[in-house]
C-alpha cells in the first residue's frame, strides 16, 4: 500500500464517489476503482457501501479514513519540513493566557517577525486549562500557560515566574486580609481559569467558604479597569499589576506564608511529536 492509493481512497471518501474523484484526480475512473477495490482485498475489508449516488464510508471505513487522512498529512508535513529546513515560512498558531499575551509576547513576537517575516503568526487567548487540550489535539502548535499539565505528551519550556498578589483600588483602606476577602467583592475569571483556581485556594486556606460577591468577568482588560474603580479586589499576577501600583493606580496586598498557591510557572508547552521546521525551531530559540 502506497501513498498514491492512500489519496485515492481519501479522495473518493470526500467526493463521494469514484466519478468525481476521478475527475479531481484526473486519473481514470475504472483504474481508480480497481486500485481501492485491491486496497480493500489487501485490507480484507470493505470500506465502502457502493450504490447508483455514489458511495458512504463504512464503520472500518470510516476508521480507516481517519488514519489515512493523518499518514497523508503527516507526509505532507515532513516534505514541507524538508524544504524548510533552514528557511522559516509557512504559520504558526501560538495560544497564551491573557496575561502572559500583554506581558511578554508583544516584544517576542515583534521580533520574530523582524528576523523571520515569511512566517504568519497568529495568537490566541483564552484561559489555562482550554489550551492544553488545544495543544494536544494539534488546533495550535504551542501555548503559553501558568500550571504544569503534567502529560507525557507535551514538553515544557521554562519561560519565567511569576506571582498572584491581592489588588484594590486605591481609595480602599485595607486592614487585614480576612476582612478584605469577607467583605468585598471579588473580580475572578469564569471557572478553567489557573486565576480562578488559585483563588478558590486562597480562600480556603483562610477557612472562607465564599465570598460575599464573587464577580466574573472573563478579560483581564476589563478586571484591571473594574478593580481601579473600585468595584472589588482582585487576585492576578505581579507582573502585570506592578507598574499599576507603581503608578499609584492600584493598591498591593502581599500574603505570607502563600508560595504554594501564588506562585506560577509560566512555560511553553507543546507536543514531543511535533514536527519541528525552522518556523517552530526559531520560535523556540526566541523563548529560550
Not at 16 to 36: D, I, P
Not at 40 to 58: A, D, H, I, Q, S
Not at 261 to 278: K, V
Amino acid at each position: 500500500m502506497d501513498l498514491q492509493v492512500l489519496r485515492f481512497f481519501v479522495t473518493v471518501a470526500q467526493e463521494g464517489g469514484f466519478t468525481a474523484a476521478s475527475e479531481k484526480l484526473h486519473y481514470a475512473q475504472s483504474n481508480l476503482s480497481t486500485r481501492v477495490r485491491q486496497m480493500e482485498e489487501e485490507l480484507g475489508e470493505t470500506l465502502f457501501y457502493r450504490n447508483k449516488r455514489g458511495v458512504t464510508l463504512t464503520a472500518k471505513g470510516e476508521l480507516f479514513y481517519e488514519y489515512a487522512s493523518r499518514i497523508l498529512n503527516m507526509s505532507e508535513e515532513a516534505m514541507t519540513a524538508m524544504r524548510d529546513m533552514d528557511h522559516a515560512r509557512g504559520s504558526l498558531v501560538i495560544g497564551s493566557i491573557e496575561a502572559t499575551a500583554l506581558g511578554e509576547l508583544p516584544r517576542l513576537f515583534a521580533d520574530y517577525h523582524k528576523e523571520y517575516p515569511d512566517v504568519k503568526l497568529s495568537l490566541t487567548t483564552d484561559m489555562n486549562d482550554v489550551f492544553v487540550d488545544k495543544v494536544l489535539n494539534r488546533e495550535i502548535d504551542g501555548a503559553f500557560v501558568a500550571e504544569s499539565p503534567g502529560r507525557k505528551e507535551l514538553h515544557e519550556l521554562f519561560v519565567k515566574k511569576d506571582r498572584l498578589v491581592l489588588v484594590t483600588s486605591t481609595q480602599e483602606e485595607i486592614s487585614n486580609l480576612r476582612e478584605l476577602l469577607q467583605t468585598m467583592p471579588i473580580i475572578t475569571f469564569p471557572e478553567g481559569s489557573i486565576f480562578r483556581r488559585r483563588l478558590e485556594l486562597l480562600l480556603s486556606s483562610h477557612g472562607i467558604i465564599s465570598s460575599s460577591q464573587m464577580i466574573i468577568l472573563n478579560s483581564l482588560g476589563a478586571q484591571m479597569v473594574n478593580i481601579t474603580s473600585g468595584l472589588g479586589v482582585g487576585y492576578l499576577p505581579e507582573s502585570i499589576i506592578g507598574p499599576y501600583a507603581e503608578r499609584g493606580l492600584m493598591k498591593r496586598f502581599d500574603i505570607e506564608d502563600t508560595d504554594s498557591i501564588s506562585e506560577l510557572n509560566i512555560t511553553f508547552i507543546y507536543r514531543r511529536d511535533h514536527i519541528m521546521d525552522a518556523a517552530f525551531r526559531y520560535f523556540l530559540e526566541k523563548i529560550g
